[in-house]
């Protein structure tokens, strides 16, 4: 697979980098029936140089070819506007009034980004239309190989925040990108309370995204840390376990029981408890994780009356509806 996507891979570059190509593609018309490949180039050209081979030397290098990538990444140009209009009229979130760098972060392209940073002349931490960082971007994505580059530099803003209050280390965690935040974790500036804990605008911190996720490795992470809030709460005064507890999250809920610390019946805007929500979805493992502790109040009734159990049973979880008989009798 890797020598096909290099095999279309120059020819995708070539073909959008052709002098006269933006005679024939107007601003509104990018199907002109005379250059028929441009659409096909300008959606998948990041997929085919991302995931080819490059040669050491000469025609097909990783040198040739990152030139060529480096000049349709050029913002601003009308190159770049003619091939992303199309791509991001296909793909959402891609970025918007960003910069070479972010553009370059955001597919991972790992060597048009070490060519943008030794001109010594990138903003690297230019912002987007959603104030998102060539770090936050990379992050985002999980490009392990791009964020090693951008903080080797030493000078990125390693907790900058988007429009939507998200950090790159919040980022990386909802998607569940391991390797990358270790990386964040690793450089022992995101090690403060105040960072470890940010909240987005719904008051989410990177532990309630990476609880909510499922991802466990991640939370293993957090937790090392020692620094993470447990019960922090978000606009809906829900906790990392709530989350968790309500998608059936097993292993994340066994870690954040194992620390001892967390709030067994938190309840948030609704009154609902972890137990309410695993019951009601019919979690067995869950409920039986959180009865096991022998602390978590068993009739805890929120705003409309309801309990675990009548949960339970109205959804016809006969297995759960059991099990809270069994601890409640």
């Not at 180039?41 to 070819?65: C, M, R, V």
């Not at 991640?218 to 005064?237: H, M, P, R, W, Y």
Request: with cysteine; glycine share 4%.
């Amino acid at each position: 697979m890797p020598e096909s996507h290099s095999t279309i891979s120059r020819p995708c570059l070539y073909y959008l980098l052709l002098p006269d190509i933006l005679t024939l593609v107007q601003d509104d018309d990018t199907n002109n029936p005379q250059c028929p490949f441009f659409h096909y180039a300008a959606l998948h050209w990041p997929l085919h140089y991302n995931s080819q081979n490059f040669h050491d030397t000469g025609i097909g290098s990783e040198k040739e070819i990152s030139a060529l990538a480096l000049s349709l990444c050029e913002t601003g140009s009308k190159r770049y506007n003619a091939w992303s209009r199309i791509y991001r009229s296909k793909i959402y979130g891609f970025p918007l009034y960003a910069s070479s760098l972010a553009i370059a972060s955001y597919f991972g392209f790992k060597a048009v980004v070490q060519l943008l940073l030794a001109t010594g002349k990138v903003e690297l931490d230019s912002k987007n239309n959603h104030s998102r960082t060539p770090l936050s971007h990379a992050a985002k994505m999980g490009h392990k190989a791009v964020v090693q580059l951008l903080l080797a530099t030493g000078k990125v803003e390693l907790n900058s925040k988007d429009n939507f209050n998200k950090t790159p280390l919040s980022h990386a965690a909802q998607e569940g990108h391991e390797a990358v935040v270790k990386l964040l974790l690793a450089t022992g500036k995101v090690e403060c309370k105040v960072e470890l804990n940010s909240k987005d605008n719904f008051n989410r911190t990177p532990l309630s995204h990476a609880a909510q996720e499922g991802h466990e490795a991640i939370v293993q992470l957090l937790l090392a840390t020692g620094k993470v809030e447990l019960n922090s709460k978000d606009t809906f005064n829900r906790t990392p376990l709530s989350y968790a507890a309500m998608k059936g999250y097993e292993a994340v809920v066994k870690l954040l029981l194992a620390t001892g610390k967390v709030e067994l019946d938190s309840k948030d805007k609704y009154d609902r408890t972890p137990l309410s929500y695993a019951a009601e979805e019919g979690h067995k493992a869950v409920v039986q994780l959180l009865l096991a502790t022998g602390k978590v109040e068993l009739d805890s009734k929120d705003k409309y009356d309801r309990t675990p159990l009548s949960y339970a049973t109205e959804k016809r979880h006969e297995a759960v509806v059991k099990l809270l008989q069994k601890y409640i009798n």
